[in-house]
């Protein structure tokens, strides 16, 4: 790896952090140079333009992600045990100053149409097929019901992450991740195979 690609993946580190903070609509160039201790100049000719920034953050992000959450669950054993790696790691990802950059680049973009949004789509759509996945792996190891609804579990799971973020978050309530324990042990019980 040159120099460059080095100075360009720790940029967008703080990059990243920094959209925590701000979310993707306040990270600027400007904000970005005044962070890293760059000029405005070097770090244009990295990025060429806000969006190509965003974008840029976004990809590095969900790079990080996969990196702290996805590869170490689905290194955990097929069924329950994943689902309940993913859960825990992602509350840890989330726990991060600022919480995670996806929930909130995706309140910030929901109805800004445009190649953000579209990549945020883009986004969300695959995290949605990886909570599906990883669920299904609980069926074929008949751990879970086979008439369980994949897709529904996954939405109620992400659910519950979004609303022990907002809780955390937004209402301070220490509570909140007790109970959003409390709520995954819900929908384990609900999609367990009676008797196991």
């Known amino acids: 790896m040159g120099k460059g690609d080095e100075t360009r993946l720790a940029v967008l580190d703080q990059a990243v952090e920094l959209s925590r903070r701000v979310g993707l609509s306040g990270l600027t160039i400007g904000s970005l140079a005044d962070q890293t201790r760059l000029s405005k100049s070097g770090l244009f000719a990295h990025f060429r333009s806000k969006e190509a920034l965003q974008l840029s953050v976004l990809e590095h992000a969900r790079t990080g ?18 689902v309940r790696a993913l859960f825990d790691l992602w509350l840890e990802w989330d726990s991060l100053p600022g919480g995670c950059p996806f929930i909130a680049a995706a309140t910030e973009f929901d109805d800004q149409p445009g190649v953000v949004r579209d990549r945020l789509v883009r986004d969300q759509r695959d995290l949605f ?17 086979p008439d369980a609804d994949p897709e529904q579990f996954a939405q109620d799971f992400y659910g519950v992450i979004l609303a022990c973020h907002h809780t955390v978050r937004l209402l301070g309530d220490d509570q909140a991740e007790g109970r959003a324990r409390r709520a995954l042990e819900m929908l384990l019980a609900e999609a367990r195979i009676q008797g196991s």
């Open 129 to 145: 097929d990886m909570i599906t996945t990883v669920f299904r792996t609980g069926i074929a190891e008949w751990q879970f019901r």
């Open 65 to 82: 992600f996969e990196t702290a959450v996805v590869r170490p669950a689905v290194r955990s054993p097929r069924g329950e045990a994943r």
